[in-house]
């Protein structure tokens, strides 16, 4: 019987496996079948074996997330992009000119008008400072004071077009996270859905309760809980060497040495003939 291994877990989808599973450990309270946490395991004990355990876990909901990935791959195709693709080049560069020209203006803006009013406060003071003082004076300061007014303005505004870049780009940041690659359609959003549940119910929750219940697991090891392992343990078991002295008393061989026995010496009156 082939059996098909479960896909690897793709690295954007590790956030979600993590976040499952922290969820599990934050609520196990609330499940009796999870009670005993806390009492031999504590929760970070057994994020850290289900972490070592991932493959393991998410080849409980293999079928679900091969669904998943699929259906997620057929949205990215160029061909479910192609519109987009078309309007795409004419978009981006109008955004980046019009980027580019306000952001020119934003910087360069501040910059010549802090220049100006330093040299125009710095000459009309000084000529000031003359006697008599040239009658222009006053017009380079009040020239030099204006420019002052136009950098204070400019650097307003560039705080104010930061703070919403900011904004925005912090909103775009959490609609990420709660929804990586942007908005979902329906059906790869009900596809991931059906791939959490799964993992859920059929990875985390069963590891996590073997994990539990089994008193030989160390939670030092790496080693998964006896009870969730899907890989068949092969045994050898080495052939059996009996010591001489186990076993049933056989019949050992006898040796008796031969039987020698001495001439037969009398005395003169028996000497042969």
Do not use: C
Request: proline share 8%.
């Amino acid at each position: 019987m082939h059996m098909r291994s479960a896909p690897h877990l793709l690295t954007e989808d590790r956030s979600d496996f993590e976040r499952i599973l922290d969820d599990a450990l934050r609520n196990a309270h609330e499940r009796p079948d999870l009670a005993a946490v806390g009492q031999r395991l504590n929760t970070e004990q057994l994020r850290t074996m289900a972490l070592n355990a991932t493959a393991l876990i998410t080849s409980a909901a293999a079928a679900e997330y091969e669904h998943f990935t699929s259906v997620r791959e057929e949205l990215r195709s160029p061909s479910s992009t192609a519109d987009r693709a078309i309007l795409a080049p004419a978009l981006s560069e109008a955004a980046e000119t019009g980027a580019g020209l306000g952001a020119v203006v934003t910087v360069l803006a501040p910059v010549l008008a802090g220049t100006a009013a330093a040299i125009f406060l710095l000459v009309g003071y000084i000529l000031k400072a003359l006697s008599p003082a040239p009658s222009f004076a006053e017009t380079l300061l009040t020239a030099g004071w204006f420019f002052g007014a136009v950098t204070a303005a400019g650097i307003l505004v560039a705080a104010i077009g930061l703070l919403i870049t900011a904004v925005r780009n912090g909103s775009t940041q959490v609609s990420a996270e709660e929804e990586p690659g942007g908005e979902l359609p329906d059906e790869v959003a009900r596809a991931r859905d059906a791939w959490r549940h799964a993992l859920l119910e059929r990875g985390i929750l069963p590891f996590l309760r073997a994990a539990l219940n089994d008193p030989s697991v160390d939670p030092s090891s790496s080693t998964p809980p006896r009870q969730v392992s899907r890989i068949p343990k092969i045994g050898y078991s080495g052939p059996d060497f009996s010591s001489p002295s186990e076993g049933s008393a056989g019949v050992r061989p006898t040796f008796s040495s031969p039987d020698f026995t001495s001439p037969d010496f009398g005395g003169p009156e028996h000497q042969p003939d």
